[in-house]
């Protein structure tokens, strides 16, 4: 294992459909970041995992975004009944330990709402 | 709410110039992040620092805690080191929990 991975890379859906993305993180990190990212913005911030517990959640994330991360390992994102302002670049990231470590980045899922 | 403001937004540069990207915040934080992000998404981590300067190869990072800045600094900058510089803090954001906030990245552009 080299580093977080993201499945789809890309993603392209109908306004009103449901899409769900995968995080793989780094094996031994305890800890799991989404964000996301639009356009000639930084990336903001939608809610982490510290194991399988969702320790905190945005409230840039509405009521159709739900995250989760049932065994520890993998996280899943899924964005029900899609808006076009959806459209941006999801991220992930992870860390290790109880503080506050360096986070490491996966490439990113960019979804395109149409 | 902690705003972190990055200047310059955009910069070009010739190869072989000193290069200062600058970041400021607005509340108390616990570290300071710097990270590369290439075209496509890919961000890659070069500094996590809380006080005084870090170097890597020809990357410098300051941090003035006092003053709420930071600098990133690129000697003899290369065309490969073309990215968008992104600054995040890590401040308390309660309920025992800590989060990053970012600011909107500085694009650079070393032409050759």
């Known amino acids: 294992d080299t580093g977080v991975s993201q499945n789809p890379r890309h993603k392209i859906t109908k306004r009103g459909q449901n899409v769900t993305f995968r995080c793989d993180p780094i094996?031994?990190?305890?800890?799991l970041y989404w964000y996301r990212q639009t356009l000639g913005q930084g990336p903001e911030f939608l809610t982490y995992?510290?194991?399988?517990?969702?320790?905190?959640k945005s409230r840039l994330l509405s009521d159709r975004f739900s995250a989760e991360r049932p065994k520890g390992s993998f996280s899943t994102l899924e964005i029900q009944r899609t808006e076009q302002g959806d459209s941006a670049m999801y991220l992930c990231?992870?860390?290790f330990g109880r503080g506050f470590f360096e986070q490491y980045f996966g490439p990113g899922t960019r979804l395109t709402v149409t | 709410k902690n705003e972190v403001e990055q200047s310059p937004q955009n910069l070009t540069a010739q190869e072989g110039e000193f290069i200062t990207i600058n970041c400021s915040y607005s509340?108390?934080?616990?570290?300071l992040h710097w990270l590369q992000q290439h075209p496509g998404g890919g961000i890659v981590s070069l500094f996590m620092?809380?006080?005084g300067k870090k170097k890597h190869g020809r990357l410098i990072a300051t941090i003035n805690i006092q003053e709420k800045h930071s600098s990133l600094h690129i000697t003899a900058s290369h065309p490969r080191d073309s990215a968008v510089y992104i600054c995040?803090?890590?401040?308390?954001?309660?309920?025992?929990?800590?989060?990053?906030?970012f600011g909107k990245g500085t694009k650079l552009s070393v032409i050759p």
């Open positions: 990231a992870s860390s």
């Open positions: 094996s031994e990190h305890n800890r």
């Open positions: 995992f510290q194991n399988e517990a969702q320790l905190e």
């Open positions: 509340v108390g934080i616990s570290a």
């Open positions: 620092l809380s006080s």
């Open positions: 995040a803090v890590r401040s308390y954001s309660g309920a025992g929990s800590y989060q990053l906030t």
